[in-house]
């Protein structure tokens, strides 16, 4: 197992010799036993009360105190310290609980209230001691996910999610008889930013989001709280160049694609490639028909843009750190099949369209998007020179590299203060001038601020 933090075992220390016993408990101790090292570390405190446990903390830094119904201590980012507790559900919501800090309660009788038997084991800091009441590591071992306790893990519906999230994350697969309870669980008392979390979790921490997202099917997830997903179930088509099934499956494959696309990425674009990447065909539930013998879904990246709408606003994804995720994502569902659109015309199209497009989203993420489509289509299987195919998305970003415009559409050479310099009056004038200019300068007309001076000058005289 992986060394523990010095402030882990002093703090240990400090509550043995006090009288009490400090167990790490939760995810940490799961991940040392698979070989993973902890980001972050809980103790749960037996035998000491509250009281005098605080005085303890305070010897050992600053302390945050959190928590509305139940004291959790944190000792910086890292460390989460309480007592054991009992948990009664009291009515309707995830807050909705009774919840009672029990410093005598048994090792058992504590970790019964966890969700999952790998999340119910704990480890003595001093001893080394591994405390598995619930076979955990049986569990580990055999790669399952198993739920601790019948009686007690419907009290919490989030849950359910978290069980397709650490299936994903974890590629471990569930227990039948907790897959049964899963599914007679009422999920509408989930607030959105609690199952955020969850999806959030299952798109980027897991290695195969497809894992992930089949689980949130077979559980029952995708019927009650997602219908844009669920629709895609059963929608055909066509098996030459989708030979792996409906759009769900195919969906499931792009994730997968995406999911190793992303990388490099900040953190918020990545959400957004993962994002558009589950959203992009949301328009073909709406748009399949069988036309001329085989499926088409026409106009399904325009149809797709209200049910990612509604898809997002359930999620209640809108700005993270500052950047606009909600409309990025929906820019990128509406414009996914560009970049094979302009490879089929790549003689036509001309160098504005790419500058245009990047003022609708940015077309390095799009890349990334199509890309995982394609490929999401089963690329290798895909005959040779269809304009779809990887090498169209090869030649979009390597057209948009050579443009300078793969975050970003070019800055405005001629801007308000120009026309006020050559005499202009404020007015709506200066706007539809300058908006002129920079049309002519995205189609390279204009290239330098002397040449958009001077087209401002014959726009004045015409006006």
């Not at 570390?41 to 605080?54: F, P, V």
């Amino acid at each position: 197992m992986p060394e523990l933090p010095e402030k882990v075992i002093s703090l240990s220390k400090a509550i043995h010799d006090a009288g009490g016993r400090a167990l790490l408990v939760g995810g940490c101790v799961r991940d040392m036993l698979m070989g993973t090292p902890p980001k972050d570390w809980d103790l749960e405190i037996y035998k000491l009360d509250a009281q005098r446990l605080r005085e303890i903390l305070d010897q050992f830094g600053p302390v945050n105190v959190v928590g509305e119904a139940f004291t959790v201590y944190k000792l910086g980012r890292h460390l989460d310290v309480s007592i054991p507790r009992r948990e009664r559900k009291s009515g309707r919501g995830h807050k909705a609980f009774v919840i009672e800090g029990d410093p005598d309660m048994s090792v058992a009788d504590a970790t019964r209230r966890r969700d999952f038997t790998i999340n119910a084991i704990l480890q003595d800091p001093l001893s080394g001691e591994v405390i598995d009441p619930f076979q955990g590591r049986r569990d580990i071992e055999q790669q399952i996910l198993r739920a601790v306790s019948a009686e007690t893990f419907a009290d919490d519906s989030l849950r359910v999610l978290r069980a397709a999230q650490f299936a994903s994350r974890f590629q471990f697969d569930i227990d039948p008889a907790t897959v049964a309870l899963c599914r007679t669980i009422d999920l509408s008392d989930l607030p959105a930013e609690r199952i955020w979390g969850e999806i959030e979790k299952l798109l980027l921490q897991s290695p195969r989001p497809f894992i992930g997202l089949e689980w949130l099917r077979k559980l029952g997830v995708v019927e009650k709280l997602f219908p844009e997903i669920q629709s895609l179930i059963g929608v055909p088509q066509d098996p030459e160049w989708h030979p792996e099934g409906d759009v769900f499956v195919h969906t499931q494959l792009a994730l997968d694609r995406a999911r190793e696309l992303i990388d490099d990425l900040s953190y918020p674009r990545q959400v957004t490639v993962m994002l558009a990447t589950l959203a992009h065909d949301f328009g073909k539930p709406a748009t399949t028909e069988m036309i001329d013998g085989r499926w088409r879904s026409r106009g399904h990246e325009e149809a797709g843009v209200p049910p990612t709408e509604s898809f997002l606003e359930r999620l209640n994804v809108h700005t993270i750190d500052g950047y606009h995720v909600r409309s990025q994502v929906i820019a990128l569902v509406r414009e996914h099949l560009k970049p094979g659109e302009f490879y089929k015309k790549r003689d036509e199209v001309g160098d504005g369209a790419f500058r245009r497009l990047a003022r609708r989203c940015e077309p390095d993420l799009l890349y990334r998007v199509a890309k995982a489509d394609s490929l999401g289509r089963n690329a290798e299987w895909v005959p040779r020179g269809k304009w779809y195919g990887a090498e169209a998305q090869e030649w979009f970003l390597q057209r948009t590299k050579e443009l300078e415009v793969q975050q970003r559409p070019p800055e405005p050479l001629l801007l308000g203060r120009h026309l006020l310099e050559l005499g202009m009056e404020p007015g709506p004038e200066i706007g539809e001038i300058t908006r002129t200019v920079y049309e002519m300068q995205l189609d390279g007309r204009v290239r330098t601020l002397d040449e958009a001076i001077a087209e401002a000058k014959k726009l004045i005289q015409s006006v």
